[in-house]
C-alpha cells in the first residue's frame, strides 16, 4: 500500500541535522512571486469603493454580514480581501510586496482560479486571478448551456473559486520540506476566502468529493504547457454562494467535468526561474497523496456558545488588511485572559462559523499551548483539544501531566506549571520568537489513524493547520499583537516533551503571538501604488 508516512519521516528536522535544501538562497534564481498566463484577455477589478461594514466578530459570524448579489465588483472586492496585495515594503534598495493571505517565507506557492458567470463586460467562462494587477485573466470560454447546467445542478446562483500550488516556489528554499509549506498555505488562502466570502454574505463550500483529476481538468491544467519544474498542482475546488442556501452538493457529476474536458484553453504560464532543483521526494510524496474520487460528505460541528468576548475596535477588513507577520517579539509584552481565551475560541470549528464551516473534514488538530505572558494565567504548558476527544490525547502523553481545565465548557487543559520559555524556543528551531512571546503554538495532528486509510488526507492536515494560522493572524491583529507562523521546528522533539511513543499523533505547524518590535528600517508604500 502507498504511504505518505516515509515523506513525513525524512523531511523531520533533528538537533544534529536539518531536513535537506539548496542550503544557501541563489537570489538570482528567486522564482517570480506572480504567475501571469501569458496571451489572455484581462479582465481588470474594481477596487472597494467602501469597505464592508462589518466588525471584528462579523469575521466568524454571519448573521449581520447582509447579502451582496454576486457582480464584477464584489468579486473583487472578496479577491482584494482575502488574496490581493497588502502593501509594499522597501529598505536599502530592495522593494517586495505582502499580501493579504500568509505564506511560509512570502514565496507564495498559491494560486487561485475561479469560474465565473456572464457578467455586462466578460463572459462565462475559467479565470486565473492575477494577484499583481488585481485582474483576472481568461483562460477558457465556455460553450453555450454550460452555465446554465451547473446551476441546476447547484440550485443556486454563486461561482468557483480553486486554489492551486508551484512547489518550485517553496522548494528554492526550503528544499525537500516545501510540500508541507505549500499545503499549510493553502490553508492559509482557504481560511482567508472564507472569512473574505463571509463579509458579503457568501459561504464557500469545498467540494469534497471531487478527485485532483477532476480539479485539474476542470481548470485545464492537463492541457497547459507548463515549463519544467514549475507546473501547478491542483489542491481545491469550492463552490462560492448565499450563505443562507444550504444543502448543496460538494461535487460535480461526471458528465459536466467531462465538458470541461472539451474546453479550449488559453494562456502561456511564464517562467519563473531560469534554473531547478528537482527535489524528487516531494513528487512522490505529491503522487502518493493524490486526492481520488470520494463519496459526498457533510459535516457537523455543533453551535457552540462562544466565550465572552474580547471585542475589537478595528474593523473586520482593517484586521484583514492590516495582518502582518512579526519578526521579533518583546519578552515583557502581554496579553490578558480574555483576549487569550477569546483568540482560542476563534479557533473551534461550529456550524454557520468562518472558515471552518467551509467543511473540510471533521476536526484533526489540536494546540500544544506555551504560556509565557497572559495575565491571570500561570505561565506552563497547556493543552487545546478540538478535536473533541481529550481522552485519546491524553492516553498518548506523558502520564504526569495534570489536565486541569482552565475554563468551564471550554476544552483548554493546564499540562504543567512553570516556565516553558527556553523550552518554547528550543523547539521551534531555537527562534526566540517563540520564547519571547505571549504564548506559542504548536499544532498536534491525528496522524496514523487518519493517514493509514486516506493518505491524501495528509494535504487536509495541513491545510487544517493553516486555516487555523489564519486564525490565529487576524485574532492577534484584532487585539493590537501580532502573530508568526512557524514551520522550522524539532519534530520529534515535540514529540518527546509531550511522551509521545508512535505516530499516532504528529507536530505539523507551530506558531507564536506576542507584542511585536518593528523594524523602524523598513519603509511602506500602498499596494497599488505601482498602478
Not at 195 to 209: C, E, P, S, T
Not at 379 to 402: H, Q, S, T, W
Not at 501 to 508: I, V
Amino acid at each position: 500500500m502507498n504511504t505518505i508516512m516515509p515523506y513525513h519521516e525524512d523531511t523531520k528536522h533533528h538537533l544534529d541535522r536539518y531536513a535537506r535544501s539548496a542550503g544557501q538562497m541563489d537570489w538570482n534564481n528567486q522564482p517570480d512571486p506572480f504567475r501571469f498566463y501569458e496571451g489572455t484577455p484581462q479582465i481588470s477589478l474594481p477596487f472597494l469603493r467602501q469597505e464592508p461594514k462589518a466588525a471584528h466578530q462579523d469575521l466568524y459570524l454571519r448573521e449581520n454580514n447582509a447579502f451582496q448579489p454576486v457582480s464584477l465588483e464584489t468579486i473583487g472586492g472578496f479577491l482584494e480581501l482575502s488574496l490581493a496585495l497588502s502593501a509594499w515594503k522597501a529598505v536599502s534598495g530592495s522593494q517586495w510586496s505582502l499580501r493579504i493571505n500568509p505564506s511560509s517565507g512570502n514565496l507564495h506557492p498559491s494560486e487561485a482560479h475561479l469560474i465565473l458567470p456572464a457578467f455586462e463586460t466578460s463572459g462565462t467562462g475559467v479565470y486565473h486571478y492575477n494577484p499583481l494587477l488585481h485582474a483576472l485573466e481568461q483562460r477558457a470560454e465556455f460553450p453555450s448551456g454550460l452555465w446554465q447546467k451547473i446551476q441546476r445542478h447547484f440550485n443556486a446562483d454563486g461561482f468557483f473559486i480553486g486554489l492551486s500550488s508551484i512547489f518550485w516556489r517553496e522548494s528554492w528554499k526550503y528544499g525537500e520540506r516545501a510540500f508541507r509549506y505549500c499545503n499549510i498555505d493553502a490553508g492559509h488562502a482557504l481560511a482567508g476566502l472564507s472569512m473574505a466570502a463571509n463579509l458579503f454574505g457568501w459561504r464557500v463550500i469545498y467540494l469534497n468529493a471531487l478527485s485532483d483529476k477532476d480539479v485539474s481538468t476542470v481548470f485545464g491544467f492537463d492541457r497547459t504547457s507548463w515549463h519544467e519544474m514549475e507546473a501547478e498542482q491542483p489542491e481545491m475546488l469550492c463552490f462560492v454562494c448565499d450563505a443562507r442556501h444550504t444543502p448543496l452538493p460538494r461535487s460535480l457529476p461526471p458528465d459536466l467535468v467531462s465538458r470541461f474536458s472539451t474546453l479550449s484553453f488559453k494562456g502561456t504560464p511564464n517562467r519563473l526561474s531560469r534554473e531547478h532543483v528537482n527535489w524528487e521526494i516531494i513528487s512522490e510524496a505529491a503522487a502518493v497523496s493524490e486526492k481520488p474520487k470520494t463519496d459526498e460528505k457533510r459535516y457537523d460541528y455543533g453551535n457552540a456558545p462562544l466565550l465572552k468576548q474580547a471585542d475589537s475596535s478595528l474593523s473586520a477588513s482593517k484586521i484583514i488588511r492590516q495582518r502582518r507577520s512579526g519578526m521579533a517579539y518583546n519578552p515583557e509584552g502581554a496579553i490578558s485572559k480574555e483576549q487569550f481565551l477569546s483568540i482560542l475560541d476563534k479557533t473551534l470549528p461550529r456550524n454557520q462559523f468562518a472558515p471552518f464551516d467551509v467543511e473540510l473534514g471533521g476536526p484533526c488538530v489540536n494546540l500544544l499551548l506555551f504560556v509565557h505572558n497572559v495575565n491571570e494565567v500561570e505561565p506552563g504548558m497547556y493543552f487545546l483539544v478540538r478535536d473533541k476527544n481529550p481522552n485519546a490525547i491524553k492516553d498518548a502523553c506523558e502520564p504526569r501531566f495534570i489536565w486541569e481545565p482552565v475554563e468551564k465548557n471550554f476544552p483548554l487543559y493546564l499540562l504543567q506549571v512553570g516556565d516553558f520559555r527556553d523550552i518554547a524556543t528550543h523547539v521551534s528551531c531555537h527562534q526566540d520568537i517563540a520564547g519571547d512571546s505571549a504564548f506559542s503554538v504548536g499544532m498536534i495532528g491525528k496522524f496514523r489513524d487518519v493517514l493509514e486509510k486516506s493518505a491524501w488526507k495528509y494535504r487536509h492536515l495541513f491545510w487544517e493547520s493553516g486555516m487555523i494560522g489564519q486564525v490565529l493572524y487576524l485574532e492577534a491583529e484584532a487585539h493590537s499583537v501580532r502573530g508568526t507562523g512557524i514551520g522550522c521546528y524539532f519534530d520529534d522533539e515535540v514529540h518527546k516533551l509531550l511522551g509521545f511513543n508512535d505516530n499516532t499523533y504528529q507536530s505539523l505547524y507551530h506558531f507564536t503571538i506576542g507584542q511585536a518590535i518593528e523594524d523602524r528600517r523598513l519603509f511602506g508604500y500602498p499596494p497599488y501604488h505601482h498602478l
